[in-house]
């Protein structure tokens, strides 16, 4: 019998995956397979001798992790996952469809998939998290590959992945640069010159290896040297053919995103229908575990003290980190602001700093927590902008991350409204399954901090930069979800309803509609999703007139978060919504708050009128 040789047996095995790219499509009448195809050789090689990675424990710390950060190549894992025996034929050939895991690009709804792709320039910098936690945190031989397009190097998320691995001396990480020339529309901008991507790789601290990517036995040299270099990562160049192996569509524009008009002819073209199976590698060495979690000593602070929201954040996550060993924390180079630097400095070896890159930043957090740490992220508030979409897709992943804004509102004063968050109450809201919070006081800071350590999803939490009094005792809590009533009484008129600074201006007017004969009920709602509908509803039954205030934008924050949530009421109450209308400028937080009208002064204001003219006041 002759013996097939291991390129032999990667060629064809990665003609199978063109093939399966084709039928896959083909079944569905969508995909890429094109742009699976231009890979197929790469992944043959990797999957065939480099990837380490057990099926059955796809959890395990030490497994290999593979990310598809082109995700439209998804018939291309999926054709590997048949060929290693986890999925059947039938399977793949119910791709794209609504009742199979095999979704149009990758998800963590598929077992071995660790986070959701598709959106571009995401794999890599996630890539980069996965191999922090594998060198500094787990600190076991395993290897993070991501598998990239060359359109999304046009991406800055990429370029901020390749200067932080660089300075992180993650030499378990290897990136396989699919160049294949051909993009959406057209060409990329560098093409084909495979020299200008090396060299800005190895600009940025990068080993860099040109291949044929269709060479195996010249794949297979490049993965050595990959795993053989040490103190830098690596990235493979690879050129390749978009649509590799069939005439029709090698190398030919105007093909991206289609199945292929011919399926039957190009299946027969690249070898007809085979059943080549690999096995994958199982990692040799054992899983990490955790130390056990101790007796958690939050801070406490003395009620009347003054105490700004984001020193408690900081206080608070240090002794989280203490009693948590599972818990990382990584900032965007401003943690002597966020107060993520009490952390740094009690826990220095769990703490990274992802400088300003904010993108970074979130796909950080999200590839720790997919090999098991629990991470929270902080910088600005406004600053979380830039990484917006790198938290939807976080969502997307299913991934549990905590993110804290700080600075948030007119309230951080004279830095002006560049560094105000406006927004950003409305834009986490909007995030799938999200959890957002904005305390007013450093012992509710504390234990929300606690709380966002096991909340699944997307949470976040705002804080403020002034101090501000604290309002609570320690021993008080604070669930997710919920509120509190600060006053109240049976002649209640008016409910003033506000979360963090708001909640201090509306406690002094209700002092001062108190003089003037008016009892308002002021409800401080630090959870605005989820909400406390019940603490709102008996509050509308109660005053049938709600003023809302909020440092914040007036669209999608916490007023319109309370009118819907008693939009459904039979007689609902009348609400005035307080909220910055106007551009502000830099001043004190004193002459801000007054300026967009949500200081105590315009609450009492508004209150008033309410009551005395419901229907006018809305």
């Not at 469809?97 to 660790?114: Q, Y």
């Not at 290897?143 to 397009?149: F, H, K, P, Q």
């Not at 106007?582 to 009208?597: C, D, F, K, Q, V």
Request: charged share 20%.
């Amino acid at each position: 019998m002759t013996r097939v040789t291991a390129a032999e047996r990667r060629s064809a095995l990665a003609q199978q995956f063109r093939v399966d790219s084709v039928r896959m499509s083909a079944a569905a009448k969508s995909g890429h397979p094109t742009s699976a195809m231009s890979a197929a050789d790469l992944l043959a090689v990797l999957v065939d001798g480099y990837l380490r990675f057990d099926f059955d424990a796809p959890k395990n710390p030490a497994n290999d992790r593979l990310v598809f950060s082109k995700g439209h190549a998804s018939t291309l894992l999926y054709a590997i996952y048949r060929a290693a025996g986890v999925v059947s034929d039938d399977e793949i050939l119910d791709y794209r469809k609504h009742t199979s895991m095999l979704e149009g690009h990758p998800t963590p709804r598929i077992p071995w998939v660790d986070v959701a792709t598709g959106s571009l320039g995401q794999g890599l910098p996630i890539g980069v998290g996965m191999a922090i936690a594998g060198k500094h945190l787990d600190r076991v031989p395993n290897r993070v590959w991501v598998l990239c397009g060359d359109s999304e190097l046009a991406e800055g998320s990429m370029w901020e992945a390749f200067e932080h691995a660089a300075h992180l001396g993650l030499d378990n990480l290897t990136a396989i640069i699919d160049v294949n020339r051909l993009g959406q529309r057209g060409e990329t901008m560098v093409g084909w010159d495979l020299g200008t991507y090396t060299a800005r790789a190895r600009a940025f601290g990068w080993a860099a290896i040109e291949v044929d990517g269709h060479d195996v036995d010249a794949i297979d040299a490049a993965f050595a040297d990959a795993i053989a270099t040490t103190g830098k990562p690596t990235v493979l160049v690879a050129r390749t053919l978009k649509g590799k192996g069939v005439a029709a569509v090698a190398n030919e524009n105007g093909f991206h995103g289609k199945p292929l008009d011919d399926p039957d002819a190009a299946i027969a073209e690249l070898g007809g229908l085979s059943d080549v199976r690999v096995e994958v590698a199982k990692p040799t060495v054992s899983a990490r575990t955790h130390k056990a979690a101790s007796t958690l000593e939050l801070p406490r602070y003395e009620i009347g003290a003054e105490v700004a929201t984001r020193k408690a954040y900081g206080d608070a996550l240090a002794a989280l980190g203490a009693a948590r060993p599972d818990v990382v924390v990584v900032d965007g180079e401003v943690s002597n602001s966020t107060f993520a630097e009490t952390f740094a400095k009690e826990h220095h070896e769990r703490f990274f700093e992802m400088y300003i890159a904010e993108q970074q930043l979130v796909a950080a957090a999200v590839g720790l927590q997919a090999v098991g740490w629990t991470p929270f992220a902080s910088t600005f508030a406004a600053f979380l902008a830039r990484a917006y979409d790198f938290v939807r897709m976080a969502a997307i992943s299913r991934a549990n991350i905590a993110l804290c804004g700080s600075h948030a509102g007119v309230s951080i004063g004279e830095d002006g409204p560049s560094q105000m968050a406006l927004e950003d109450i409305a834009s986490l809201r909007a995030v799938h399954g999200s959890t957002v919070l904005h305390p007013c006081d450093a012992n509710q800071t504390a234990k929300l901090v606690a709380a966002m350590a096991d909340t699944e999803g997307i949470s976040y939490l705002r804080t403020l930069r002034p101090a501000t009094p604290v309002l609570y005792g320690p021993d008080e809590e604070f669930p997710i979800g919920g509120s509190r009533v600060l006053r109240s009484s049976e002649d209640d008129e008016v409910a003033l309803v506000g979360a963090g600074i708001t909640v201090h201006e509306a406690l002094a007017a209700a002092d001062e509609l108190a003089a003037a004969g008016i009892a308002a009920r002021v409800i401080d709602l630090y959870s605005i999703k989820p909400l406390d509908v019940d603490t709102l509803r008996i509050a509308a039954e109660a005053t049938g007139k709600l003023v809302t205030v909020e440092d914040h934008w007036p669209e999608g924050g916490l007023g319109d978060a309370v009118i819907a949530a008693l939009a459904d009421i039979d007689e609902p109450p009348r609400v005035v919504k307080l909220a910055v209308s106007g551009m502000p400028r830099s001043g004190t937080p004193a002459e801000l708050l007054a300026a967009a009208g949500i200081d105590a002064e315009h609450i009492a204001a508004a209150a008033r009128v309410l009551v005395a003219d419901p229907v006018r006041a809305t």
